[in-house]
């Protein structure tokens, strides 16, 4: 049983680039998100889904897309990679139910030059 | 979702209970008070949750206060390995956690 597994774990881009940071995770959880780290704050909601095909934007959407064509798969795509991106990128799955935990990923480190 | 308030930073003695409070005036009936840690840019992990009862695990005692509107978390020996930083989360929204900027416990020997 793997959990939640993202990569790749680190990625150094170029402003102008895109790249997709890939997340799976093997419990059959309805419910995936990305989130966003800043150095020294907290985590910031880029965008959620509640399951396969329904897709919803959290606090900070701006420049990142997502689609949940599986259950288990939820890419997070950046379009044209800005220094303003550079970050540390969690992916996180829970099930369905109030009183569930959620899972979250060991992150990937993403560096925009 | 609710918004919390948290302590930026607390200390505690090796051994020692870790108690953490968390404010969250603004609770509905229905919404939770979830509790994670993030161990040195790991990524976050569950501790505990509740809803209107005193809940405990192998990790964490929870105890919410009668009206809701607080609670706190407790580390019954707090070890070394348990500096982090303690994030408490209200929501009911499923699959949305909205982070606020959490607690840094630091247990000193």
């Known amino acids: 049983n793997a959990g939640v597994t993202q990569t790749p774990k680190f990625q150094v881009l170029k402003t102008g680039q895109s790249m997709t940071l890939q997340c799976a995770q093997d419990?059959?959880?309805?419910?995936m998100s990305w989130y966003r780290q800043d150095p020294g704050m907290g985590l910031r909601l880029i965008h959620y889904?509640?399951?396969?095909?329904?897709?919803d934007q959290g606090e900070v959407p701006n420049g990142y897309n997502v689609s949940r064509s599986t259950t288990e798969d939820f890419p997070l795509r950046l379009l044209s990679a800005a220094p303003s991106q550079t970050s540390v990128y969690f992916c996180a799955s829970s099930y369905t139910g109030r009183g569930s935990g959620a899972f979250f990923g060991q992150g990937t480190r993403l560096t925009v030059v | 979702d609710a918004k919390t308030t948290q302590p930026p930073s607390m200390d505690c003695a090796e051994g020692r209970a870790a108690n953490l409070p968390c404010n969250h005036s603004?609770?509905?009936?229905?919404?939770?008070v979830y509790w994670y840690r993030q161990i040195h840019s790991q990524g976050p992990q569950y501790i505990i949750h509740?809803?209107?009862n005193n809940e405990t695990n192998e990790m964490a005692s929870l105890i919410i206060t009668e009206d809701r509107k607080s609670s706190t978390l407790i580390l019954p020996h707090a070890t070394l390995r348990d500096t982090a930083v303690y994030y408490c989360?209200?929501?009911?929204?499923?699959?949305?956690?909205?982070f606020g900027q959490g607690t840094e416990l630091s247990v000193k020997p």
């Open positions: 889904s509640v399951g396969a095909g329904i897709t």
């Open positions: 419990m059959n959880h309805e419910y």
């Open positions: 603004t609770i509905s009936g229905n919404e939770y």
């Open positions: 509740g809803l209107k």
């Open positions: 989360i209200v929501r009911v929204t499923l699959g949305k956690l909205i």
